[in-house]
Structures are given as structure tokens and as C-alpha cells.
């Protein structure tokens, strides 16, 4: 019951930007690696500031061929990091190289664990 969704898009959030609540958790999963470079700049903060104080951020990081037709780009963990941490978010875990799924062994993912810096 305390689990609201909201559909908006990146790298804006125009919708989500402009709610004054801040969220415990936001979770972000196959989506990073469809956004470019600049996407990717744009789009940090205005996840970063959805998350409150001591709130959690987590995503994951796709890593293996890309299907026909879809558009995605090569994204680094170390520059998703440093994004984060630019937006006021702190690297607490990180799981590399974790297995595709639905058993595609030419997929693996990065799942990073942020929390927001009080």
C-alpha cells in the first residue's frame, strides 16, 4: 500500500521533478544504457534529487550485445559512480557481473546501491 508508480521519462522526469515529497527508494532497472553521455549528465541529478536523506537509489548496468533495433550505449560503473556522487549520492554496494537471466550467458549486469548523503 505505500508503494506508489509513476510513469515519466528520463533524462527530465518532469513529472517527478515537480513533487515536493522526497522518496525512500528509487529503483532504476534496464534503463541507464538507453540514454547517451548527455542524457546520462542531465539525467543524475534529477534522479538524485527525488531520493531523500538517507534515502536509497538503486540501478543496474547492462553489459552484452545490443538486440537489433534497440538503441543503447556502453555505460561504465565508474562513470555512473561519479555521476552519482556529483548529485550527492554515496556508493555503498556494488554486485558486478551478475548473470543475464532467462539464460542468455552473453548478458551480464552491474547492480549499484547508492544512498543519499544527509
Given at each position: 500500500?505505500?508503494?506508489?508508480?509513476?510513469?515519466?521519462?528520463?533524462?527530465?522526469?518532469a513529472?517527478l521533478?515537480?513533487?515536493?515529497?522526497?522518496?525512500?527508494?528509487?529503483?532504476?532497472?534496464?534503463?541507464?544504457?538507453?540514454?547517451?553521455d548527455?542524457?546520462r549528465?542531465?539525467?543524475?541529478?534529477?534522479?538524485?534529487?527525488?531520493?531523500?536523506?538517507?534515502g536509497?537509489?538503486?540501478?543496474?548496468?547492462?553489459?552484452?550485445p545490443?538486440?537489433?533495433?534497440?538503441r543503447?550505449?556502453?555505460?561504465?560503473?565508474?562513470?555512473?559512480?561519479?555521476?552519482?556522487?556529483?548529485?550527492?549520492l554515496?556508493?555503498?554496494?556494488?554486485?558486478?557481473?551478475?548473470?543475464?537471466?532467462?539464460?542468455?550467458?552473453?548478458?551480464?549486469?552491474?547492480?549499484?546501491?547508492f544512498?543519499?548523503?544527509?
Amino acid at each position: 500500500p505505500r508503494i506508489e508508480w509513476v510513469e515519466d521519462s528520463l533524462p527530465d522526469l518532469a513529472k517527478l521533478t515537480t513533487r515536493a515529497a522526497a522518496l525512500d527508494l528509487v529503483m532504476m532497472t534496464a534503463v541507464w544504457m538507453h540514454l547517451d553521455d548527455d542524457e546520462r549528465r542531465r539525467a543524475m541529478p534529477n534522479v538524485a534529487g527525488l531520493v531523500r536523506s538517507g534515502g536509497a537509489f538503486i540501478m543496474s548496468l547492462r553489459y552484452g550485445p545490443v538486440p537489433a533495433g534497440r538503441r543503447m550505449f556502453v555505460v561504465s560503473a565508474e562513470e555512473t559512480i561519479a555521476l552519482a556522487a556529483d548529485a550527492g549520492l554515496v556508493l555503498k554496494r556494488r554486485f558486478d557481473n551478475q548473470p543475464g537471466g532467462f539464460g542468455r550467458t552473453d548478458v551480464s549486469w552491474i547492480k549499484l546501491v547508492f544512498e543519499k548523503g544527509t
